[in-house]
């Protein structure tokens, strides 16, 4: 028998593979490389012209989107709107106690009073405007908003 030689397998192999066998392969000390962190592939990464136009694009609707609906943003349109209807609500509110005021010099206040709780609630604001409590001094019409103000003042006195 052959004696083996150090370095070599005993597999039998052809003349011409001068592979090494698994055994024999020389395991070299090498490290290997550390996966990069997550923040240096972030910082590696780049977007193409388009994408980021997109982005930027789908950033602003989303800004838009929340800030309308839930963030308080208003156009000039409906910020005129609300500023005319507040300003409208303010008035009423402070006429509809001259319309009370009315009422009380009423000398008949007490059966009118009586009436009006006696009447049906869509004709009880149309009975205040012809009593004339809504029409305020120096003006020749009743304002309706007046006279809904009033009524909920006259229903709450005994």
């Known amino acids: 028998m052959e004696q083996e030689k150090i370095g070599f397998s005993s ?10 066998s698994q055994s024999m392969k020389p395991q070299p000390n090498v490290v290997q490389p550390k996966q990069a962190s997550f923040g240096q592939r972030w910082g590696e990464a780049r977007l193409t012209k388009t994408a980021t136009f997109w982005y930027w694009l789908a950033s ?11 963030g308080g943003w208003m156009t000039t349109g409906s910020a005129a709107k609300l500023a005319t209807t507040a300003a409208n609500d303010a008035v009423v509110q402070r ?29 009880q604001s149309d009975y205040v405007v012809k009593q004339g ?3 305020m001094p120096g003006e020749t019409k009743p304002d309706g908003k007046v006279a809904s103000a009033c009524l909920k003042l006259l229903t709450q006195i005994n």
Not at 11 to 19: F, M
Not at 101 to 117: A, H, I
């Open 60 to 70: 602003l609707v989303l800004v838009l989107v929340v800030g309308f609906n839930w």
């Open 95 to 123: 006429l509809a106690p001259i319309c009370v005021m009315q009422f009380q010099q009423d000398p008949t206040k007490d059966q009118k009073l009586t009436e009006l709780k006696a009447l049906n609630s869509y004709q």
């Open 11 to 20: 597999e039998k192999r052809a003349d011409n593979d001068n592979r090494m």
């Open 133 to 135: 409590w809504a029409t």
